[in-house]
């Protein structure tokens, strides 16, 4: 066989393993963002789930202390409008 016929046997070989190479490394690029996409989706809705779950627990506290108002209760639990914190007023809770 001619030197000439081994260069270009190489150059193929080499041409078709980074070719397969190439594929594999695709292939493993799709799988490794597609779990990534579906992570991410899991935690937009757990944020959404939780932020629902959030407002809703706020406006029962919200209703709860409006009854309280109108019973003439103590209100043990505050809502700070700025950031939305609840607090509990334990010094008023032991004095009852």
Do not use: C, H, P
């Not at 799709?30 to 959404?48: A, F, G, L």
């Amino acid at each position: 066989m001619d030197t000439a016929w081994i260069g270009v046997l190489g150059v193929l070989g080499g041409s078709i393993l980074t070719s397969l190479f190439n594929l594999w490394n695709n292939r493993q690029k799709t799988k490794s963002e597609k779990e990534q996409i579906e992570v991410k989706r899991i935690w937009e809705r757990e944020d959404r789930e939780l932020g629902y779950k959030q407002e809703r627990y706020e406006s029962e506290l919200r209703t709860y202390n409006e009854i309280l108002k109108a019973d003439g209760e103590l209100q043990y639990v505050t809502i700070n409008e700025q950031n939305g914190l609840n607090l509990f007023k334990i010094d008023k809770f032991r004095e009852s």
